[in-house]
């Protein structure tokens, strides 16, 4: 609770340094507090001990509305450290013509970062919608802050279209379950779903939530904007969205379906099909891909079926297997994006044959590129390889079907992460514009390189904080 | 001192990373002394280790934890005990030795720093390999050296021939690997760890097929490491790496690797008769075997390395009839005289500009006094002088073989002692004594290698002479009033009894073997030197010699046995199986991925209308297919 | 006379249906808009009857939560498409197709 005020209160600072003349002063200040808010959720894991799934203060503290536990503790942190690595590479990337957003931009981002932080500690359903509007109404903004670009504006019509139209659909689903139950509380909900039956306007009501949830995230067949607003928006804050966004309504759907509904509530049928569904679209559509952004928004959606795995697995592990899963991914997509930023900036587009022959122009990007590739497609010795394996060892139980299916679209992937790196390093290069980088995307991209490799050969960096 | 074992696999890591990522733009001066350094402060580190374990027994060092996937927990763990503590020895007190020769050896040598970041990569593995305490980290070990080995095979990779010699080993060591890695398999399966504690202590006391399962897989990833029969080709045309690294990997210590896989699993070993008669006869007959080849071969090296295989079968015996301290004995000494054996050899190569045909050679004696007099002391270590360690050690196999199994071996036995010491002499008079036979160019060009090179050769030939009093038989005991330090300090073994091979036996062994050994140098002597014979060219032997000579066709025959038999299947599974079936598949699948991919980027159509459909039509869908049902 | 439950489900159901359908057969942008409000002023009606008839205040409460962000929602979707306009002199979403494939 303390870290959702602290970042409140400085992304209002942020925003505010633009009217004081300060805005210089945003990026460091948007760094600090997202680095005191890191500290702040260290020290919280520290002070916690016992269950994964209760908080260390007590819940009627906050009137029984929000909950900060463990598990959104390291959400939190992993969605922090993500926000970091963004916002450092956005330190040089954003053209000159919107530096003089750049604080709003930051604010913005923070404010979302708010509503990411309440949707994994929720704990009644008025903060899930709050926790919702108030990460998505800032996307909205920065998915458009290309003012006159009009794929920019596309992209933040698209989403702000859709995405208020889901939040209809979630809304009635709300009100479906309060109908039935007569609550909103989580606990009062979970006591409805275990003790006795379950009536039909609550089930119709939970697949409505289901829909609003899985719009967020990006699953079949909600999946639509995802690729369109990837591909249309700045792509720091395409980084944003693919990780930190979807990181965290997945840390909603994973309470709210995982601990509430319970496994056995005959949902997770529904769910396993979706996730084989979406798996396939994402993987099959990414392999048509020219555009490297375009590529990874598929990508996006294909990772988040295997995520689901974990939702439809009956073992209490899986929520750690969704951490180290969102932590090793997010590292990878963030590495990703700050190679192709880099040739993006300098060549004027993200298209995949602009990639070749950097094997041998700057051998340092196309080496990062490559790790981030083989840790998405689950090459051995990288942290996607490690988290997927423990993923689908813990799925297993579950829908073994499922993690067949997955195994054959981490084939397919292949396929398509390879793309790029075989325009590196086996194709001549097109053009003589040499790629240049920066300091802080050096950084980045040293940080998510280490960062996939340590996790990889030593998964426990991460596990341990769950332990 | 467990955080400072770290550093004993760590420095030569260090090293290597040096070497391998700048050494490019260092002087040759400071790429030798990174490479060496690193190895000699890893040597000192094992000398520390060694103590604290004479001192206090055994100790583990957990670095960190590794993996854990289910019931398989693997820890980046060390297990310094009396075995692992004298492999290190050996390891980085050879390994340094031959790191400051390579300096002189490899001077002129344009890939200088690359050698020295593989040979320290070397060093690396290998400690892992002895230090791990468990099988999975010694399997990372075990395939680092093979990796190593491979990469200092073809280090000359202009030369297709060496490139192929690199292949050769590295196919046939995989080959080995595999029942390794099986036998790994299994010992999970079985003991459900792979950590060596809990395996040793859940199989002591047990039996049966299972054990002698395990025993015979990880004989075969011995087999093909050691150079055992039948997967030992590889290691005479592995000759074609550089000398030192001949000296290093196929002679001291990766071979070995064998020989100590066997004795960490000693407990298994000692729990299955049959897996330990089956070695003894694969050891028995490659050592005979590989000394009657060594009696042809007139490249200096190649009888070096056939001598090794031998050697390595008289090790394998002695594991065989569950001796295995006297095996790590052999080893140790083994160690110092082939090592001074390759180095002096490499010397003479080197004075001879690369001619490696003991044909071309002779009469080098005057011109490398050094090397003549370190390859002398290492030729009688080998040939069994008292009391030379190569003597003590072998002697102790022979006795321990004689009380152990019977005369049968025994007696095959000592006929390969026989032979070694007559391949020996006739490689030690061709070389250096007669006349020189060489080009007028080469007889000018003649010379004693430099210090860096010869300083490493007196030492080895003072551990070849002092080697054996590790373990002094009982006569000497009687005499010196010594003791088997060796036999006291690897208690930990599972030796089967303690012999001790009656004294008569041991004076009649010891001077038997003086007169065999005299008469045998009289022999050769007399062969080669006085009635100047020289072995003929290769097309001019007849009958059994020729048999030998071409290394009883054994390269030829598994060429035709399992060479040509692979190439015409692969043939038929690349024409018909891989083109058609195969790839027939892949590409339907591929095809079919292509087409849905086509399918669904047609239905992301950029209409919003088109898309909101689709989300409701879902939507309508999950509704249906929950309630209908 | 009483009014059932059941009738206020009806009756909200049928005005979410009809904003659903605004959205996908309109093509003007301010339309649709409109069609979105709809939805979630139908969500009101639906949750305000649950709270009267569970006599709980806390579905009121939640009215007032979804009209506070449904404002702030529409406030962001007007410059947004203001800032359409001023690129493609239009409302149309016919011209919102270029990212695709």
Redesign the interface.
Known sequence: MKLIIFITISAIIVLFSSIFNARKAALPLTLMALLIGLGMVFQYNCQCDGSFYRSIVDEATYRNMISFTRFSALFSGVMLVASILIITLSANSIKPIFDHYRSDIYGLMLFSLCGAFILVSYQH??ML??GI?ILS?PL??LA?SR??E??S??????Y???G??????L??G???I??AT???DLNALMTYCHVGQIS??F??GM??V??GMS?KIGL???H??S???Y??SPSVVTAFMATVVKTSVFGATYILFSKVFGVNS??TD?LA??AAATM??GN??????SGFK?MMAYSSIAHAGYLLIAMVSPDLASGKAVILYMAAYSLATIGAFAVMMAVRRCTGSDDINNFNGLGKSNPVLATALTIAMMSLAGIPLTAGFISK?YLF?IGWSGYSTLIILAIINSA?SV?YYFKPVIAMWFKPSTSDIEIKTDTSLNIVLWVCVIGIIAVG??P?LILAFAD | MESLILFIPLLPLIGFAINGILGKNLSKTIVGIIGSGSVLGAFILSVFAFFQVLDAGSFQAVA???L???SLKVDVGFQIDQLSAMMMMIITGIGFLIHIYSIGYMHEDAGFYKFFAYLNLFIFSMLLLVMGNNYILLFFGWEGVGLCSYLLIGFWYQNAEFGKAARKAFIMNRIGDLGLLLGIFFIFQTFGSVSFNEVFTAASGTGGTVITIICVLLFIGAMGKSAQIPLYTWLPDAMAGPTPVSALIHAATMVTAGIYLVCRSSVLFAASPEASQFIMYIGLFTALFAATIGLKQNDIKKVLAYSTVSQLGFMFVSLGVGAYSTAMFHVTTHAFFKALLFLGSGSVIHAMGGEQDIRKMGGLKKSLPITHITFLIGTLAIAGIPPLSGFISKDEILAKVYYGTGSLPFILLCITAVLTATYMFRLYFLTFLGDFRGTHDQKHHLHESPKTMTIPLIILAILSVIGGFLGTPEWMNHILGTEHILDKYLSLLHNKGIIHPSEIFEYVVLFVSIIVVAIIWFTVKSFYISKKQLPENDEDEKGFAKLLSKKYYIDEIYNTLFVKPIEAISEFTHNFIDKMLVDGGVNLFGSG??E???T??WL?S?K?E???M??V???L???V???I? | MKIA?DHY?IL?TIL?CI??LG?LIRRN?II?LMC?EL??N??NL??TA?ST??G?A??Q??VF??MV?AA??VA??L???V??Y???KSID?NF?K????
């Not at chain 1, 504006?153 to 698209?158: D, G, L, Q, R, T």
């Not at chain 1, 208020?164 to 659909?169: D, L, N």
């Open positions: 359903l008025v919608f709050l509007e109404i909205y903004i458009g003012k006159n009009l794929a504006n596309e992209a933040a019509f698209k702000f279209l859709m208020s139209f889901t939040t209809g659909v809304l009635f709300i009100a479906l309060y109908g007569g609550s909103f039909t306007m089930k119709v697949i409505m289901l829909a719009f079949v067949p909600f639509f904007w690729p369109d607003v591909s249309g005959g949902w529904t099909v979706i396939f679209v099959l559509t990414a392999t048509q891909q375009r394996y060892t397919i396929y050969v030593y426990d | 960190f934890k590794w854990e996937i289910g991925v292509k849905g991919g086509k669904l980027r992301q950029g919003l088109y898309y909101i689709g989300m039509v879902g939507l869908l999950i509704l297919f929950n309630f049902k | 439950i489900i909200s979410f904003g659903v959205v942008a649709l979105i939805m979630l139908s969500v639906l949750l649950f008839y569970y709980d806390s579905g409460l939640f939560f979804i962000v702030a929602e962001v979707g410059a947004i498409l800032m359409i001023r690129n493609t979403i919102l270029n990212l695709k494939g």
